[in-house]
Protein backbone atom coordinates (compact mmCIF):
# COMPACT_ATOMS: atom_id res chain seq x y z
CA UNK A 1 0.00 0.00 0.00
CA UNK A 2 1.55 3.44 -0.40
CA UNK A 3 2.51 5.08 2.24
CA UNK A 4 0.18 8.59 1.48
CA UNK A 5 -2.59 5.89 1.06
CA UNK A 6 -1.44 4.17 4.71
CA UNK A 7 -1.61 7.86 6.61
CA UNK A 8 -4.65 8.78 4.93
CA UNK A 9 -6.54 5.80 6.15
CA UNK A 10 -4.63 6.21 9.57
CA UNK A 11 -5.50 10.15 9.43
CA UNK A 12 -9.30 9.15 8.88
CA UNK A 13 -9.47 5.82 11.52
CA UNK A 14 -6.32 6.29 13.37
CA UNK A 15 -5.02 3.78 15.55
CA UNK A 16 -6.96 3.33 18.90
CA UNK A 17 -10.30 5.23 18.15
CA UNK A 18 -12.71 4.15 15.38
CA UNK A 19 -13.47 7.12 13.79
CA UNK A 20 -12.40 10.91 14.07
CA UNK A 21 -14.86 14.02 14.77
CA UNK A 22 -13.97 15.03 11.57
CA UNK A 23 -14.43 11.37 9.53
CA UNK A 24 -17.56 11.18 11.06
CA UNK A 25 -18.69 14.92 10.11
CA UNK A 26 -17.76 14.26 7.14
CA UNK A 27 -19.13 11.32 6.18
CA UNK A 28 -22.63 11.79 7.79
CA UNK A 29 -22.28 14.74 5.26
CA UNK A 30 -21.73 13.06 2.12
CA UNK A 31 -24.20 10.51 3.10
CA UNK A 32 -26.88 12.71 4.35
CA UNK A 33 -26.54 14.10 0.22
CA UNK A 34 -26.38 11.04 -1.38
CA UNK A 35 -29.46 9.66 0.84
CA UNK A 36 -32.19 12.34 -0.34
CA UNK A 37 -30.72 12.05 -3.65
CA UNK A 38 -31.31 8.15 -3.48
CA UNK A 39 -34.92 8.80 -2.40
CA UNK A 40 -35.98 12.12 -4.23
CA UNK A 41 -34.81 10.34 -7.40
CA UNK A 42 -36.52 7.14 -5.44
CA UNK A 43 -39.80 8.95 -5.74
CA UNK A 44 -39.66 10.58 -8.51
CA UNK A 45 -38.42 7.95 -11.17
CA UNK A 46 -41.07 5.87 -9.17
CA UNK A 47 -43.97 7.87 -10.64
CA UNK A 48 -42.79 7.65 -13.87
CA UNK A 49 -42.48 3.86 -14.07
CA UNK A 50 -45.28 3.35 -11.84
CA UNK A 51 -47.55 5.58 -15.00
CA UNK A 52 -45.73 3.29 -17.41
CA UNK A 53 -46.40 -0.13 -15.66
CA UNK A 54 -49.86 1.08 -15.26
CA UNK A 55 -50.57 1.58 -19.13
CA UNK A 56 -48.65 -0.97 -19.92
CA UNK A 57 -50.64 -3.41 -17.99
CA UNK A 58 -54.11 -1.55 -18.73
CA UNK A 59 -53.15 -1.24 -22.30
CA UNK A 60 -50.41 -3.08 -23.50
CA UNK A 61 -46.89 -1.64 -24.83
CA UNK A 62 -48.40 0.25 -27.95
CA UNK A 63 -51.94 1.18 -28.72
CA UNK A 64 -53.30 1.14 -32.05
CA UNK A 65 -56.30 3.51 -32.24
CA UNK A 66 -58.34 4.10 -35.34
CA UNK A 67 -60.20 7.08 -36.48
CA UNK A 68 -63.63 6.12 -35.72
CA UNK A 69 -63.91 2.29 -36.03
CA UNK A 70 -61.58 -0.39 -37.11
CA UNK A 71 -64.27 -2.86 -38.88
CA UNK A 72 -61.73 -5.60 -40.14
CA UNK A 73 -60.44 -6.39 -36.57
CA UNK A 74 -59.04 -10.24 -37.84
CA UNK A 75 -57.60 -8.99 -40.64
CA UNK A 76 -55.69 -5.80 -38.97
CA UNK A 77 -54.69 -8.20 -35.59
CA UNK A 78 -53.05 -10.73 -38.85
CA UNK A 79 -51.03 -7.76 -40.37
CA UNK A 80 -50.13 -6.29 -36.53
CA UNK A 81 -48.61 -10.11 -35.36
CA UNK A 82 -46.71 -10.35 -38.55
CA UNK A 83 -45.01 -7.36 -37.59
CA UNK A 84 -41.23 -8.39 -36.38
CA UNK A 85 -41.18 -7.08 -32.82
CA UNK A 86 -45.28 -7.61 -31.68
CA UNK A 87 -45.77 -11.26 -30.22
CA UNK A 88 -50.29 -10.70 -29.75
CA UNK A 89 -52.34 -8.16 -29.81
CA UNK A 90 -55.98 -7.62 -28.45
CA UNK A 91 -58.90 -5.97 -29.63
CA UNK A 92 -60.80 -3.26 -27.50
CA UNK A 93 -63.73 -0.82 -27.62
CA UNK A 94 -64.30 1.92 -25.00
CA UNK A 95 -66.99 4.19 -23.88
CA UNK A 96 -68.62 5.74 -21.09
CA UNK A 97 -72.09 4.07 -19.85
CA UNK A 98 -74.55 4.81 -16.99
CA UNK A 99 -74.51 1.72 -14.34
CA UNK A 100 -77.13 1.64 -11.94
CA UNK A 101 -78.09 -0.33 -8.84
CA UNK A 102 -81.88 0.62 -8.09
CA UNK A 103 -81.89 4.40 -7.81
CA UNK A 104 -77.94 5.01 -7.53
CA UNK A 105 -76.50 5.58 -10.94
CA UNK A 106 -72.93 6.21 -11.92
CA UNK A 107 -70.88 7.15 -15.11
CA UNK A 108 -68.00 4.85 -15.23
CA UNK A 109 -65.78 4.51 -18.51
CA UNK A 110 -66.29 0.82 -20.00
CA UNK A 111 -64.12 -1.22 -21.75
CA UNK A 112 -64.62 -4.26 -23.66
CA UNK A 113 -61.71 -6.89 -24.27
CA UNK A 114 -61.62 -10.03 -25.99
CA UNK A 115 -61.57 -12.50 -23.15
CA UNK A 116 -59.52 -15.21 -25.52
CA UNK A 117 -56.61 -12.48 -26.65
CA UNK A 118 -56.73 -10.30 -23.49
CA UNK A 119 -54.33 -11.74 -21.29
CA UNK A 120 -51.86 -12.61 -24.02
CA UNK A 121 -51.62 -8.50 -24.10
CA UNK A 122 -52.64 -7.20 -20.18
CA UNK A 123 -51.94 -9.24 -17.28
CA UNK A 124 -55.47 -8.61 -16.07
CA UNK A 125 -55.88 -11.32 -13.61
CA UNK A 126 -52.80 -9.68 -11.74
CA UNK A 127 -55.15 -6.97 -10.78
CA UNK A 128 -58.22 -9.01 -9.49
CA UNK A 129 -58.77 -8.41 -6.16
CA UNK A 130 -61.95 -10.21 -5.98
CA UNK A 131 -64.10 -12.99 -7.73
CA UNK A 132 -62.34 -14.46 -10.86
CA UNK A 133 -61.79 -13.49 -14.90
CA UNK A 134 -62.97 -17.05 -15.81
CA UNK A 135 -66.15 -15.80 -14.63
CA UNK A 136 -66.59 -13.01 -17.31
CA UNK A 137 -69.11 -13.55 -20.19
CA UNK A 138 -71.75 -11.38 -21.83
CA UNK A 139 -73.96 -11.58 -19.21
CA UNK A 140 -71.25 -10.37 -16.12
CA UNK A 141 -69.26 -7.74 -15.81
CA UNK A 142 -66.16 -6.63 -13.52
CA UNK A 143 -65.86 -3.25 -11.74
CA UNK A 144 -62.96 -1.36 -10.22
CA UNK A 145 -63.07 -1.68 -6.53
CA UNK A 146 -63.80 2.37 -6.23
CA UNK A 147 -66.89 1.59 -8.69
CA UNK A 148 -68.32 -1.20 -6.68
CA UNK A 149 -67.48 0.80 -3.45
CA UNK A 150 -69.87 3.64 -4.67
CA UNK A 151 -72.53 1.44 -6.02
CA UNK A 152 -72.56 -0.77 -2.85
CA UNK A 153 -72.03 -4.07 -5.08
CA UNK A 154 -69.95 -6.94 -4.21
CA UNK A 155 -69.49 -10.14 -6.55
CA UNK A 156 -72.82 -11.71 -7.41
CA UNK A 157 -74.93 -8.28 -7.22
CA UNK A 158 -76.73 -7.20 -10.46
CA UNK A 159 -76.26 -3.88 -12.13
CA UNK A 160 -78.38 -2.23 -15.03
CA UNK A 161 -76.10 -0.74 -17.88
CA UNK A 162 -77.58 1.77 -19.95
CA UNK A 163 -75.69 3.14 -22.64
CA UNK A 164 -75.34 5.87 -25.07
CA UNK A 165 -76.92 3.42 -27.96
CA UNK A 166 -79.64 2.31 -25.86
CA UNK A 167 -80.73 6.44 -24.78
CA UNK A 168 -80.53 6.93 -28.69
CA UNK A 169 -83.03 4.12 -29.04
CA UNK A 170 -85.05 5.75 -26.35
CA UNK A 171 -85.38 8.77 -28.00
CA UNK A 172 -86.73 7.25 -31.02
CA UNK A 173 -89.31 6.17 -28.51
CA UNK A 174 -88.11 2.44 -29.19
CA UNK A 175 -88.48 -0.15 -26.60
CA UNK A 176 -85.53 -1.32 -24.71
CA UNK A 177 -84.49 -2.72 -21.08
CA UNK A 178 -81.33 -2.00 -19.57
CA UNK A 179 -78.82 -4.35 -19.73
CA UNK A 180 -78.60 -5.98 -16.82
CA UNK A 181 -74.79 -7.83 -15.67
CA UNK A 182 -74.20 -9.57 -12.85
CA UNK A 183 -70.58 -8.48 -10.93
CA UNK A 184 -68.02 -11.26 -10.83
CA UNK A 185 -64.64 -10.12 -10.51
CA UNK A 186 -63.07 -6.68 -8.72
CA UNK A 187 -59.89 -5.02 -9.41
CA UNK A 188 -57.40 -2.73 -8.83
CA UNK A 189 -54.89 -1.56 -10.10
CA UNK A 190 -53.59 1.34 -8.13
CA UNK A 191 -54.28 4.19 -9.80
CA UNK A 192 -56.93 6.15 -7.84
CA UNK A 193 -59.21 7.43 -11.27
CA UNK A 194 -59.21 4.13 -12.95
CA UNK A 195 -59.83 2.59 -9.28
CA UNK A 196 -62.59 4.38 -9.15
CA UNK A 197 -64.48 4.53 -12.16
CA UNK A 198 -63.60 1.44 -14.95
CA UNK A 199 -66.01 -1.62 -15.72
CA UNK A 200 -64.77 -4.58 -17.79
CA UNK A 201 -66.93 -6.38 -20.13
CA UNK A 202 -66.74 -8.45 -23.07
CA UNK A 203 -65.69 -7.25 -26.17
CA UNK A 204 -68.96 -8.84 -27.83
CA UNK A 205 -70.71 -7.10 -24.99
CA UNK A 206 -69.79 -3.85 -25.28
CA UNK A 207 -70.43 -3.85 -29.11
CA UNK A 208 -73.61 -4.81 -28.41
CA UNK A 209 -74.02 -2.10 -25.85
CA UNK A 210 -73.05 0.51 -28.46
CA UNK A 211 -73.86 -1.10 -31.43
CA UNK A 212 -70.72 -1.83 -33.10
CA UNK A 213 -71.26 -4.67 -34.71
CA UNK A 214 -68.14 -6.62 -35.39
CA UNK A 215 -65.99 -3.19 -35.39
CA UNK A 216 -63.79 -2.07 -32.57
CA UNK A 217 -62.15 1.02 -31.45
CA UNK A 218 -58.64 -0.29 -31.66
CA UNK A 219 -55.88 -2.88 -30.66
CA UNK A 220 -53.75 -3.17 -27.68
CA UNK A 221 -50.41 -4.49 -28.78
CA UNK A 222 -47.66 -6.87 -26.86
CA UNK A 223 -44.17 -6.57 -27.99
CA UNK A 224 -41.12 -9.02 -27.30
CA UNK A 225 -39.28 -8.26 -24.76
CA UNK A 226 -36.59 -5.70 -24.31
CA UNK A 227 -38.30 -3.81 -27.77
CA UNK A 228 -37.59 -0.72 -27.75
CA UNK A 229 -41.22 0.80 -27.85
CA UNK A 230 -40.62 3.85 -30.20
CA UNK A 231 -39.28 2.07 -32.94
CA UNK A 232 -41.50 -0.92 -33.12
CA UNK A 233 -44.48 2.15 -32.91
CA UNK A 234 -43.02 3.70 -35.98
CA UNK A 235 -42.37 0.63 -37.41
CA UNK A 236 -46.18 -0.67 -36.64
CA UNK A 237 -46.92 2.61 -38.41
CA UNK A 238 -44.97 2.46 -41.47
CA UNK A 239 -47.26 -0.95 -42.67
CA UNK A 240 -50.05 0.21 -41.88
CA UNK A 241 -52.06 1.89 -44.75
CA UNK A 242 -52.94 5.83 -44.60
CA UNK A 243 -56.81 5.27 -45.57
CA UNK A 244 -56.55 2.91 -42.72
CA UNK A 245 -57.17 5.30 -40.19
CA UNK A 246 -54.78 3.32 -37.67
CA UNK A 247 -52.17 4.84 -35.91
CA UNK A 248 -50.13 3.07 -33.60
CA UNK A 249 -48.88 5.56 -30.25
CA UNK A 250 -46.49 4.43 -27.29
CA UNK A 251 -47.85 5.44 -24.10
CA UNK A 252 -45.25 8.21 -23.79
CA UNK A 253 -47.09 9.65 -26.41
CA UNK A 254 -50.44 9.21 -24.80
CA UNK A 255 -49.57 10.71 -22.29
CA UNK A 256 -47.38 13.60 -22.83
CA UNK A 257 -48.52 16.00 -20.52
CA UNK A 258 -48.16 14.10 -17.19
CA UNK A 259 -45.09 12.71 -17.79
CA UNK A 260 -43.62 16.11 -18.87
CA UNK A 261 -44.27 17.58 -15.56
CA UNK A 262 -43.41 14.57 -14.10
CA UNK A 263 -39.58 14.71 -15.62
CA UNK A 264 -39.57 18.72 -15.25
CA UNK A 265 -40.49 17.88 -11.27
CA UNK A 266 -37.75 15.29 -11.39
CA UNK A 267 -35.00 17.29 -12.31
CA UNK A 268 -35.97 21.21 -10.41
CA UNK A 269 -35.92 18.53 -7.26
CA UNK A 270 -32.81 16.34 -8.39
CA UNK A 271 -30.99 19.81 -8.86
CA UNK A 272 -32.31 21.31 -5.95
CA UNK A 273 -30.95 18.14 -4.02
CA UNK A 274 -27.69 18.16 -5.76
CA UNK A 275 -26.88 21.58 -4.04
CA UNK A 276 -27.68 19.75 -0.47
CA UNK A 277 -24.46 17.47 -1.62
CA UNK A 278 -22.67 20.05 -3.32
CA UNK A 279 -22.88 22.19 0.58
CA UNK A 280 -21.57 18.24 2.16
CA UNK A 281 -18.89 18.82 -0.42
CA UNK A 282 -18.06 22.66 1.39
CA UNK A 283 -17.83 21.01 4.43
CA UNK A 284 -15.99 18.23 3.67
CA UNK A 285 -13.64 20.77 1.93
CA UNK A 286 -13.50 23.29 5.17
CA UNK A 287 -12.24 20.18 7.07
CA UNK A 288 -9.96 18.86 5.13
CA UNK A 289 -8.47 22.48 4.67
CA UNK A 290 -8.43 23.19 8.51
CA UNK A 291 -6.46 19.56 8.58
CA UNK A 292 -4.01 21.05 6.69
CA UNK A 293 -3.44 24.38 8.50
CA UNK A 294 -3.39 21.93 11.92
CA UNK A 295 -0.97 19.37 10.01
CA UNK A 296 1.22 22.09 8.37
CA UNK A 297 4.33 21.13 10.82
CA UNK A 298 3.11 17.29 10.24
CA UNK A 299 3.76 18.29 6.52
CA UNK A 300 7.28 19.57 6.42
CA UNK A 301 7.65 16.33 8.48
CA UNK A 302 7.04 14.39 5.63
CA UNK A 303 8.78 16.18 3.06
CA UNK A 304 11.96 15.85 5.62
CA UNK A 305 11.18 12.05 5.36
CA UNK A 306 11.28 12.40 1.92
CA UNK A 307 7.87 12.75 0.88
CA UNK A 308 7.07 14.78 -2.60
CA UNK A 309 5.00 17.40 -2.96
CA UNK A 310 1.73 15.28 -5.04
CA UNK A 311 2.42 12.14 -2.62
CA UNK A 312 1.65 14.61 0.47
CA UNK A 313 -0.76 15.93 -1.55
CA UNK A 314 -2.44 12.69 -2.78
CA UNK A 315 -2.92 11.67 0.61
CA UNK A 316 -5.53 14.85 1.30
CA UNK A 317 -7.02 13.94 -1.80
CA UNK A 318 -7.86 10.04 -0.95
CA UNK A 319 -9.31 11.29 2.23
CA UNK A 320 -11.52 13.34 0.11
CA UNK A 321 -12.18 9.98 -2.14
CA UNK A 322 -12.53 7.24 1.17
CA UNK A 323 -14.79 9.79 2.74
CA UNK A 324 -17.12 10.33 -0.72
CA UNK A 325 -16.85 6.61 -0.93
CA UNK A 326 -18.17 5.88 2.79
CA UNK A 327 -20.63 8.41 2.66
CA UNK A 328 -22.01 7.43 -0.54
CA UNK A 329 -22.32 3.86 0.49
CA UNK A 330 -23.68 4.56 3.78
CA UNK A 331 -26.28 7.26 1.94
CA UNK A 332 -27.23 4.57 -0.33
CA UNK A 333 -27.89 1.81 2.14
CA UNK A 334 -30.40 4.62 4.01
CA UNK A 335 -31.73 5.61 1.05
CA UNK A 336 -32.76 2.15 -0.32
CA UNK A 337 -33.99 1.61 2.73
CA UNK A 338 -36.25 4.47 2.40
CA UNK A 339 -37.35 3.65 -0.42
CA UNK A 340 -38.36 0.10 0.53
CA UNK A 341 -40.92 1.90 3.01
CA UNK A 342 -41.09 4.68 1.47
CA UNK A 343 -45.37 4.19 0.98
CA UNK A 344 -45.17 3.91 5.05
CA UNK A 345 -43.50 6.77 5.35
CA UNK A 346 -45.68 9.04 3.30
CA UNK A 347 -48.50 7.50 4.87
CA UNK A 348 -47.09 7.84 8.22
CA UNK A 349 -46.24 11.81 7.38
CA UNK A 350 -49.80 12.62 5.48
CA UNK A 351 -51.44 11.12 8.64
CA UNK A 352 -49.52 13.57 10.57
CA UNK A 353 -50.17 16.38 8.22
CA UNK A 354 -53.12 15.91 7.18
CA UNK A 355 -52.17 15.85 2.95
CA UNK A 356 -52.38 11.80 2.24
CA UNK A 357 -55.93 12.64 0.45
CA UNK A 358 -54.72 15.33 -1.87
CA UNK A 359 -51.35 13.78 -2.72
CA UNK A 360 -53.10 10.75 -3.74
CA UNK A 361 -55.67 13.45 -5.56
CA UNK A 362 -52.39 15.33 -7.50
CA UNK A 363 -50.64 12.06 -8.32
CA UNK A 364 -53.78 9.88 -8.75
CA UNK A 365 -51.81 6.95 -7.15
CA UNK A 366 -52.98 5.02 -3.99
CA UNK A 367 -49.58 3.71 -2.74
CA UNK A 368 -46.03 5.96 -3.39
CA UNK A 369 -43.73 4.29 -5.73
CA UNK A 370 -39.96 3.95 -5.69
CA UNK A 371 -37.55 3.16 -8.76
CA UNK A 372 -34.14 3.37 -9.28
CA UNK A 373 -32.18 2.50 -12.10
CA UNK A 374 -28.57 1.04 -11.99
CA UNK A 375 -27.44 4.33 -14.42
CA UNK A 376 -29.13 6.40 -11.87
CA UNK A 377 -27.44 5.00 -8.79
CA UNK A 378 -24.01 5.30 -10.66
CA UNK A 379 -25.18 8.79 -11.41
CA UNK A 380 -25.41 9.73 -7.75
CA UNK A 381 -22.53 7.45 -6.49
CA UNK A 382 -20.39 9.06 -9.22
CA UNK A 383 -21.31 12.64 -8.27
CA UNK A 384 -20.78 12.27 -4.64
CA UNK A 385 -17.44 10.56 -4.97
CA UNK A 386 -15.95 12.62 -7.30
CA UNK A 387 -17.86 15.98 -5.51
CA UNK A 388 -15.73 14.62 -2.11
CA UNK A 389 -12.72 14.06 -4.17
CA UNK A 390 -12.42 17.43 -5.56
CA UNK A 391 -12.81 18.97 -1.81
CA UNK A 392 -9.71 16.98 -0.85
CA UNK A 393 -7.83 18.12 -4.36
CA UNK A 394 -8.59 21.56 -2.65
CA UNK A 395 -7.01 20.57 0.50
CA UNK A 396 -4.28 18.86 -1.41
CA UNK A 397 -3.48 21.75 -3.49
CA UNK A 398 -3.06 24.17 -0.50
CA UNK A 399 -0.50 20.99 0.93
CA UNK A 400 1.42 20.77 -2.25
CA UNK A 401 2.01 24.07 -2.30
CA UNK A 402 3.15 23.99 1.18
CA UNK A 403 7.51 24.01 1.07
CA UNK A 404 8.96 21.46 3.95
CA UNK A 405 11.43 24.09 5.83
CA UNK A 406 8.12 26.97 5.66
CA UNK A 407 6.06 24.11 6.95
CA UNK A 408 8.54 23.17 9.91
CA UNK A 409 9.07 26.75 10.72
CA UNK A 410 4.99 27.43 11.07
CA UNK A 411 3.55 28.35 14.35
CA UNK B 1 32.67 0.43 1.75
CA UNK B 2 35.83 0.95 0.90
CA UNK B 3 39.16 1.44 3.04
CA UNK B 4 40.24 4.84 1.32
CA UNK B 5 36.18 5.82 1.71
CA UNK B 6 36.56 5.41 5.90
CA UNK B 7 37.59 9.36 6.04
CA UNK B 8 36.07 10.58 3.19
CA UNK B 9 33.54 13.12 4.55
CA UNK B 10 29.76 12.47 4.03
CA UNK B 11 28.69 16.03 4.10
CA UNK B 12 30.90 17.96 2.91
CA UNK B 13 30.03 22.21 2.99
CA UNK B 14 32.44 24.55 1.56
CA UNK B 15 31.50 28.44 0.62
CA UNK B 16 27.69 28.51 1.71
CA UNK B 17 25.96 31.96 2.15
CA UNK B 18 22.49 32.59 2.93
CA UNK B 19 20.28 35.16 3.61
CA UNK B 20 16.62 36.30 4.06
CA UNK B 21 15.16 39.79 3.54
CA UNK B 22 12.74 40.85 5.46
CA UNK B 23 10.81 44.27 4.28
CA UNK B 24 13.74 46.54 2.87
CA UNK B 25 16.50 44.72 4.55
CA UNK B 26 18.88 41.80 3.34
CA UNK B 27 19.73 39.39 6.76
CA UNK B 28 22.95 37.75 5.95
CA UNK B 29 22.40 34.20 8.25
CA UNK B 30 25.00 32.35 6.82
CA UNK B 31 28.76 33.70 5.68
CA UNK B 32 31.06 31.35 3.51
CA UNK B 33 30.20 28.96 5.93
CA UNK B 34 32.67 25.42 5.82
CA UNK B 35 32.47 22.23 7.51
CA UNK B 36 32.96 18.53 6.96
CA UNK B 37 31.76 15.28 8.31
CA UNK B 38 32.75 11.46 8.03
CA UNK B 39 30.93 8.36 9.05
CA UNK B 40 30.79 7.56 12.58
CA UNK B 41 31.97 11.38 13.44
CA UNK B 42 29.77 13.67 15.77
CA UNK B 43 29.86 17.29 15.53
CA UNK B 44 28.02 19.88 17.63
CA UNK B 45 26.80 23.68 16.48
CA UNK B 46 26.05 26.16 19.58
CA UNK B 47 24.90 29.43 18.68
CA UNK B 48 22.47 31.89 20.48
CA UNK B 49 18.49 31.63 19.31
CA UNK B 50 18.40 33.50 15.46
CA UNK B 51 22.05 32.80 15.06
CA UNK B 52 21.40 30.56 11.96
CA UNK B 53 21.30 26.94 13.57
CA UNK B 54 18.43 25.97 11.73
CA UNK B 55 18.69 27.13 8.85
CA UNK B 56 22.25 25.23 8.30
CA UNK B 57 20.68 22.16 9.68
CA UNK B 58 18.17 22.81 6.59
CA UNK B 59 20.79 23.46 3.90
CA UNK B 60 22.29 20.27 5.05
CA UNK B 61 19.43 18.21 5.14
CA UNK B 62 18.53 20.09 1.34
CA UNK B 63 15.43 21.30 3.04
CA UNK B 64 16.40 24.90 1.66
CA UNK B 65 19.04 25.92 -0.66
CA UNK B 66 21.97 28.40 -0.62
CA UNK B 67 22.20 31.30 -2.00
CA UNK B 68 25.92 30.53 -2.77
CA UNK B 69 28.27 27.96 -2.36
CA UNK B 70 28.41 24.20 -2.53
CA UNK B 71 27.54 21.13 -0.51
CA UNK B 72 27.88 17.94 -1.04
CA UNK B 73 26.05 14.60 0.77
CA UNK B 74 28.31 10.97 -0.48
CA UNK B 75 29.24 13.10 -3.71
CA UNK B 76 25.78 14.81 -4.68
CA UNK B 77 25.40 18.00 -4.44
CA UNK B 78 21.33 17.82 -5.48
CA UNK B 79 19.80 15.98 -2.81
CA UNK B 80 15.97 14.99 -3.85
CA UNK B 81 13.46 14.45 -1.67
CA UNK B 82 14.06 10.48 -2.03
CA UNK B 83 17.41 10.27 -1.56
CA UNK B 84 17.07 12.65 1.61
CA UNK B 85 14.74 10.36 3.03
CA UNK B 86 17.28 7.33 2.68
CA UNK B 87 20.44 9.37 3.53
CA UNK B 88 19.66 11.98 6.53
CA UNK B 89 17.71 10.92 9.83
CA UNK B 90 16.02 14.56 10.98
CA UNK B 91 15.67 14.79 14.75
CA UNK B 92 13.33 18.06 15.19
CA UNK B 93 13.12 19.63 19.12
CA UNK B 94 9.05 19.34 18.62
CA UNK B 95 9.47 16.04 17.97
CA UNK B 96 7.00 15.93 15.40
CA UNK B 97 5.39 12.31 16.12
CA UNK B 98 1.66 11.66 13.74
CA UNK B 99 -0.56 11.56 16.52
CA UNK B 100 -2.87 9.20 15.07
CA UNK B 101 0.24 6.77 15.28
CA UNK B 102 1.45 4.88 17.49
CA UNK B 103 5.36 4.79 18.21
CA UNK B 104 5.80 1.71 16.41
CA UNK B 105 4.03 2.98 13.31
CA UNK B 106 5.82 6.78 13.68
CA UNK B 107 9.04 4.66 13.53
CA UNK B 108 7.92 2.68 10.44
CA UNK B 109 6.61 5.75 8.54
CA UNK B 110 10.19 6.79 7.72
CA UNK B 111 10.37 3.88 6.34
CA UNK B 112 7.64 3.78 4.30
CA UNK B 113 8.27 7.21 2.65
CA UNK B 114 11.24 6.02 1.69
CA UNK B 115 9.86 3.42 0.25
CA UNK B 116 11.88 0.67 2.11
CA UNK B 117 8.94 -1.14 4.12
CA UNK B 118 9.88 -4.93 4.44
CA UNK B 119 10.25 -7.48 7.11
CA UNK B 120 13.96 -6.09 7.77
CA UNK B 121 13.03 -2.49 8.48
CA UNK B 122 9.51 -4.07 10.47
CA UNK B 123 12.06 -6.07 12.62
CA UNK B 124 14.49 -3.19 12.80
CA UNK B 125 12.08 -1.16 14.16
CA UNK B 126 11.00 -3.13 16.93
CA UNK B 127 14.89 -3.35 17.57
CA UNK B 128 15.40 0.56 17.52
CA UNK B 129 11.98 1.08 20.07
CA UNK B 130 14.16 -1.55 22.58
CA UNK B 131 17.83 0.10 22.36
CA UNK B 132 15.57 3.49 22.73
CA UNK B 133 13.93 1.84 26.03
CA UNK B 134 10.17 1.65 24.75
CA UNK B 135 9.79 -1.72 24.11
CA UNK B 136 7.01 -2.17 25.71
CA UNK B 137 5.66 1.50 24.73
CA UNK B 138 5.67 0.43 21.18
CA UNK B 139 1.53 0.22 20.59
CA UNK B 140 1.44 3.73 22.31
CA UNK B 141 0.12 6.85 20.55
CA UNK B 142 2.27 10.09 21.30
CA UNK B 143 -0.65 11.57 23.28
CA UNK B 144 0.03 8.65 26.12
CA UNK B 145 4.14 8.85 25.95
CA UNK B 146 6.08 11.72 27.95
CA UNK B 147 8.37 14.26 26.46
CA UNK B 148 11.42 12.24 26.49
CA UNK B 149 9.73 9.67 25.39
CA UNK B 150 8.14 11.42 22.32
CA UNK B 151 12.07 12.29 21.80
CA UNK B 152 13.53 8.64 21.92
CA UNK B 153 10.50 7.41 19.75
CA UNK B 154 11.65 10.63 17.22
CA UNK B 155 15.39 8.95 17.47
CA UNK B 156 14.73 5.73 16.35
CA UNK B 157 12.60 7.10 13.24
CA UNK B 158 15.43 8.92 12.29
CA UNK B 159 17.62 5.82 12.15
CA UNK B 160 15.23 3.48 10.85
CA UNK B 161 16.57 3.95 7.49
CA UNK B 162 20.28 3.55 8.83
CA UNK B 163 21.50 6.48 7.26
CA UNK B 164 24.93 7.82 6.63
CA UNK B 165 24.04 11.52 8.32
CA UNK B 166 21.78 12.23 11.65
CA UNK B 167 20.97 15.43 12.07
CA UNK B 168 19.51 16.47 15.10
CA UNK B 169 18.25 20.19 15.84
CA UNK B 170 17.80 21.13 19.65
CA UNK B 171 16.51 17.40 20.63
CA UNK B 172 17.07 18.25 23.70
CA UNK B 173 15.21 21.56 23.89
CA UNK B 174 11.87 20.82 25.02
CA UNK B 175 13.38 18.51 27.77
CA UNK B 176 14.49 18.32 31.20
CA UNK B 177 17.96 18.22 31.65
CA UNK B 178 18.20 14.83 33.15
CA UNK B 179 15.77 13.41 30.16
CA UNK B 180 17.06 15.42 27.87
CA UNK B 181 20.61 13.29 28.94
CA UNK B 182 19.09 10.55 28.16
CA UNK B 183 18.04 11.50 25.01
CA UNK B 184 22.12 12.37 24.15
CA UNK B 185 23.17 9.18 25.59
CA UNK B 186 20.85 7.03 22.76
CA UNK B 187 21.45 9.31 20.70
CA UNK B 188 25.76 9.40 20.55
CA UNK B 189 25.16 5.72 21.60
CA UNK B 190 23.27 4.86 18.33
CA UNK B 191 25.27 7.17 15.89
CA UNK B 192 28.59 5.42 16.99
CA UNK B 193 27.43 2.21 17.05
CA UNK B 194 25.68 2.23 13.26
CA UNK B 195 28.85 4.67 12.12
CA UNK B 196 26.15 7.72 11.24
CA UNK B 197 27.59 10.70 11.23
CA UNK B 198 26.03 12.77 13.75
CA UNK B 199 25.39 16.50 13.35
CA UNK B 200 23.92 18.00 16.66
CA UNK B 201 22.54 21.87 17.28
CA UNK B 202 22.15 22.42 20.57
CA UNK B 203 22.07 25.06 23.36
CA UNK B 204 23.56 22.75 26.46
CA UNK B 205 27.02 23.24 26.51
CA UNK B 206 27.45 19.89 28.10
CA UNK B 207 26.04 18.05 25.82
CA UNK B 208 28.00 19.56 22.91
CA UNK B 209 31.23 19.17 24.53
CA UNK B 210 29.96 14.81 24.39
CA UNK B 211 30.61 15.59 20.25
CA UNK B 212 33.98 14.81 18.62
CA UNK B 213 34.20 18.01 16.39
CA UNK B 214 32.96 21.69 18.63
CA UNK B 215 31.50 24.17 16.57
CA UNK B 216 30.36 27.89 16.79
CA UNK B 217 27.78 29.78 15.15
CA UNK B 218 28.31 33.55 15.78
CA UNK B 219 26.78 36.35 13.42
CA UNK B 220 26.85 34.07 10.90
CA UNK B 221 30.06 32.78 10.89
CA UNK B 222 31.09 29.04 11.47
CA UNK B 223 34.29 28.44 13.43
CA UNK B 224 35.45 25.95 15.97
CA UNK B 225 34.74 26.12 19.44
CA UNK B 226 37.03 25.37 22.27
Redesign the interface.
Known sequence: MPWYLYLALKQLFPTGKRLTFFTAISVLGVAAGVWLLVVVTGVMGGFGHKYRGLIVDTQGDIQVRARGLSRQPAEVMKHLEAIPGVVATSPSAEGIVMLRVGNKPTFPGIQGVDIRRVENVIPLRRHIIAGSLDDLDDDTVILSRGLAASLGVWIGSNVEVISPATLEKWQRDEIMLPTELTVVGIFEIGHQQLDGSVAIVTLRRMQDLYDLGEAVHGYNVKLAPGEDVVEAAQRINATLPATSGLYASTWMEAHPGFLFALQMEKIMVTLMVSFVVLIAMFLVTALLLIAVVRKTREIGLLGALGASAWQTAAGFCLQGFIVGTLGTLAGLAAGFLTLANIDSIFRALGSITGSWEEMVAIYQFTQVPAHITAGEIAGIAGYAISMATLAGFIAAWRAAKLKPVEALRSE | MKLNEINEPILRVEGVRKSFTSGDRKIEVLRDVAFAISAGESASIRGESGSGKSTLL?LF?G??APDAGRIELEGRTRID??????LIG?V?Q?F?L?????AY?NVL??A????V?NAETRQRATELLRRVGLADRA?H?PAQLSGGERQRVAVARALINSPRLLLADEPTGNLDEKTGDGVIDVLLGLCDETKTALVLVTHNAAHASRCAQKFLLHEGVLSPAS
Open positions: NALDAAARGRIFSYIPELNEMARVAGLHV
